[in-house]
Each structure stands twice: as structure tokens, then as C-alpha cells.
């Protein structure tokens, strides 16, 4: 299995509250992603790091802001959580943006805002 | 922009029974197409991937998958399924970044496989 752990696994927190949850990988990949999966829209892309401090926006980014100060953590913050934001995240790493090149999914994070 | 299209939100099938779900890419060139599955609980684990040459690929646990690009197609099929094939399964499409200026998969809804006894 690829070395991507989440962080943490669940968490519960509530409505207007700042959020991180975090990826670590030990693949050395340069690429990484969070995705978030809800029930009839699949995986949808909300950030993605090409390498250290390089960032862009996915499909959903709206709320949620990202850093890579090291090339093994990739960290997901929700500014102010909301209840739309409840859903599982899971990070991904790949090692090229080359269409061919497979990802890799982390276990992860249930996260419920109330 | 690429795209992926799964038809089938949930199929429920008898184990020992053969199985095929489909998929449909939008894309304007020969797409890297890939199939992953889910269980209940756990991420996404990579079932077998098409780059180029032969349209039939194998994959893991079983499952083989046809390219077939006059119908735009990428079909998962297994020919007996196991109770432990019950999971999600999802369909994406990888394309060159200086083609798409995209860097991500792009995934399709997913397919819930439900067997039954």
C-alpha cells in the first residue's frame, strides 16, 4: 500500500469553527490532492499541489484553503465549517500530472459539522 | 473538457453471475482511463488502468475491462462475481496536463454493487 496517512479519521465539530485535517505521505510524490466524496457526485476535486508552496483550486474550492510547506504534508483547512462541508475527504498522490500516471488514496476523513 | 459518465448509480446482481459496468469518457484524444473500487470504510484502490495498445485489460481481483473508442467506452466486467465484490466502484479519465491544463483524475459518479446470496 501507499504510504498516505490522514489525519485525523473522524472528526465532529461545529458550525463556524476553523478545521485542518491532514495528509502525509512517505512516497516522496510530487503531486497531492484533496478530494471530497459525496453520496451521487463521486470524487469532486477541491485543491491540488504540483510541489512545496505551489497550489491550485479544484472544481470546489470555495471555503477551503490549502498549504504544502514540506513535500510529504499536504493540509486542508476549512475557514469557517459549515454544514455543506460535511462529507469524507480523502487525499491523493500521484507521482506526475501525466495523464497515465495513477493516484493514491489515504483511508479518509469523516468529518460531520453540526 | 474530459469527463466521465456512469449510467448505473446501483446494480445488484446474484453471485456466480456475471457482471459488466459501464462507463463513458468525454475527451478529445486517446484518454488514460482507469477503474478503481471502494469498500465500505476505506479509500480507493486502483483495478486495472488502459494507457494504449491492446483494448482488453486485466486487472486485479478478476476484473477485466474493454476500451473501445467508437463508443467512447470503458465497460468493467467480471465473468462470476463474489459476495466480497460488493463495494463502489469508480471510472476516471487522466489527460495530459498541456492538453487539458488539468493535473487531476477526473472521476465519474460511481456504481454501488450490491450481491446478492
Known amino acids: 500500500d501507499a504510504g498516505i496517512t490522514q489525519s485525523p479519521r473522524h472528526k465532529v465539530t461545529e458550525t463556524g469553527t476553523p478545521v485542518t485535517l491532514r495528509c502525509h505521505q512517505t512516497?516522496?510524490?510530487?503531486?497531492m490532492y484533496w478530494y471530497r466524496q459525496d453520496p451521487g457526485h463521486g470524487l469532486r476535486l477541491i485543491h491540488y499541489s504540483y510541489g512545496v508552496k505551489d497550489t491550485d483550486k479544484g472544481e470546489v474550492s470555495d471555503g477551503y484553503s490549502v498549504s504544502r510547506s514540506k513535500t510529504e504534508d499536504f493540509l486542508l483547512t476549512l475557514e469557517s465549517a459549515t454544514s455543506s462541508q460535511t462529507s469524507v475527504y480523502f487525499c491523493?498522490?500521484?507521482?506526475?500530472?501525466?495523464?497515465?500516471?495513477?493516484?493514491?488514496f489515504g483511508q479518509g476523513t469523516r468529518l460531520t459539522v453540526v | 473538457a474530459q469527463s466521465v459518465t456512469q449510467p448505473d448509480i446501483h446494480i445488484t446482481v446474484s453471485e456466480g453471475a456475471s457482471l459488466e459496468l459501464r462507463c463513458n469518457y468525454s475527451y478529445g484524444a486517446t484518454p488514460y482511463l482507469f477503474w478503481y473500487v471502494q469498500s465500505p470504510g476505506q479509500g480507493l484502490q486502483l483495478l486495472l488502468k488502459?494507457?494504449?495498445?491492446?483494448?482488453l485489460v486485466q486487472g486485479i481481483k478478476g476484473f477485466e475491462a474493454e476500451f473501445k473508442r467508437s463508443q467512447s467506452s470503458f465497460n468493467l466486467r467480471k465473468p462470476s462475481v463474489h459476495w466480497s465484490d460488493a463495494a463502489e466502484y469508480f471510472c476516471a479519465v487522466g489527460a495530459t496536463y498541456k492538453d487539458t491544463g488539468r493535473r487531476a483524475l477526473t472521476f465519474g459518479s460511481g456504481t454501488r454493487l450490491q450481491v446478492q446470496p
Open positions: 491523493a498522490i500521484r507521482s506526475g500530472d501525466r495523464g497515465r500516471s495513477e493516484a493514491f
Open positions: 512516497e516522496n510524490h510530487r503531486y
Open positions: 488502459y494507457f494504449s495498445g491492446d483494448t
